[in-house]
């Protein structure tokens, strides 16, 4: 079975300096058919006008990954944590018992674009922490990158949650096989291109589940930059 999320059907949000697209209901966003995907709570596409951004807000029992297409985001946290997130980096912060963090355009002159997502975590009322790595375009080329796990296998980041998030660069005849555990789901978010999923033709900004099969494909990429989260069905 495979479920696809439409680009042009996310919730949207639009003020003066940010453009917001939400895969899952967000914010003001509300639709009780989009929830998210077992603990996979929110995707949310973001544009950012130079020299702003989300100010000091608290969070806690949410694992927070950022994920940066384009420009550069500035993060800063109550735990001091200060960093700048570019192409390439992925960024963790565990809220846990709580912690309060901005998110800033780095730049006065250009726009950044990023992917704010969130995973409910399945330990409650951890220590807050950060953590922060860059995954060259050579990993990720025609084939999976592990960039988030329980364990942080492989040199990846490590997470609260039984999920996994790989990230991938196809184009032209370069695929990569996903395979399913039974009572897994797997969630596919096109950040960017275009690319066949199951068989399925995805665009930048669609997203579709799969489930109740034991694989599919990715292929027939044109640019695309894949995230694949493999989640248990429940949070």
Same mark, same amino acid.
């Given at each position: 079975?495979?479920?696809?999320?439409?680009?042009?059907?996310?919730?949207?949000?639009?003020?003066?300096?940010?453009?917001?697209?939400?895969?899952?209901?967000?914010?003001?966003?509300?639709?009780?058919?989009?929830?998210?995907?077992?603990?996979?709570?929110?995707?949310?596409?973001?544009?950012?006008?130079?020299?702003?951004?989300?100010?000091?807000?608290?969070?806690?029992? !949410?694992?927070?990954?950022?994920?940066?297409?384009?420009?550069? %985001?500035?993060?800063?946290?109550?735990?001091?944590?200060?960093?700048?997130?570019?192409?390439?980096?992925?960024?963790? !912060? &565990?809220?846990?018992?709580?912690?309060?963090?901005?998110?800033?355009?780095?730049?006065?002159?250009?726009?950044?674009?990023?992917?704010?997502i969130w995973v409910i975590p399945d330990t409650q009322n951890v220590t807050p922490s950060y953590e922060q790595k860059h995954?060259?375009?050579?990993?990720?080329?025609?084939? %999976?990158?592990?960039?988030?796990?329980?364990?942080?296998?492989?040199? &990846? %980041? &490590?997470?609260?949650?039984?999920?996994?998030?790989?990230?991938?660069?196809?184009?032209?005849?370069?695929?990569?096989?996903?395979?399913?555990?039974?009572?897994?789901?797997?969630?596919?978010q096109v950040a960017r291109g275009e690319v066949t999923v199951g068989g399925e033709k995805l665009r930048q900004g669609d997203?579709?589940?799969?489930?109740? #099969?034991?694989?599919?494909?990715?292929?027939?990429?044109?640019?695309?930059? #894949?995230? #694949?989260?493999? %989640?248990? !069905?429940?949070?």
């Amino acid at each position: 079975m495979i479920y696809v999320r439409k680009s042009e059907e996310r919730g949207p949000t639009r003020i003066g300096w940010l453009d917001s697209k939400h895969t899952f209901s967000f914010g003001q966003y509300y639709d009780d058919r989009h929830m998210g995907v077992g603990p996979l709570r929110v995707i949310n596409e973001d544009k950012v006008a130079p020299g702003a951004g989300f100010g000091t807000h608290p969070h806690a029992n !949410m694992e927070i990954i950022s994920y940066v297409l384009d420009g550069a %985001l500035e993060h800063k946290d109550s735990m001091g944590t200060g960093s700048i997130i570019r192409p390439g980096d992925v960024q963790r !912060m &565990s809220a846990g018992t709580g912690v309060a963090h901005s998110e800033y355009n780095h730049s006065k002159t250009d726009g950044v674009h990023f992917l704010q997502i969130w995973v409910i975590p399945d330990t409650q009322n951890v220590t807050p922490s950060y953590e922060q790595k860059h995954f060259s375009t050579d990993e990720k080329r025609g084939k %999976l990158r592990l960039v988030a796990s329980p364990d942080g296998r492989d040199g &990846s %980041l &490590s997470i609260h949650q039984d999920a996994t998030l790989s990230v991938g660069l196809f184009d032209g005849e370069e695929r990569a096989q996903v395979t399913l555990e039974p009572e897994r789901t797997a969630w596919v978010q096109v950040a960017r291109g275009e690319v066949t999923v199951g068989g399925e033709k995805l665009r930048q900004g669609d997203g579709a589940q799969v489930a109740n #099969v034991d694989s599919f494909d990715i292929a027939d990429g044109a640019d695309a930059e #894949v995230l #694949v989260f493999d %989640l248990p !069905m429940a949070a």
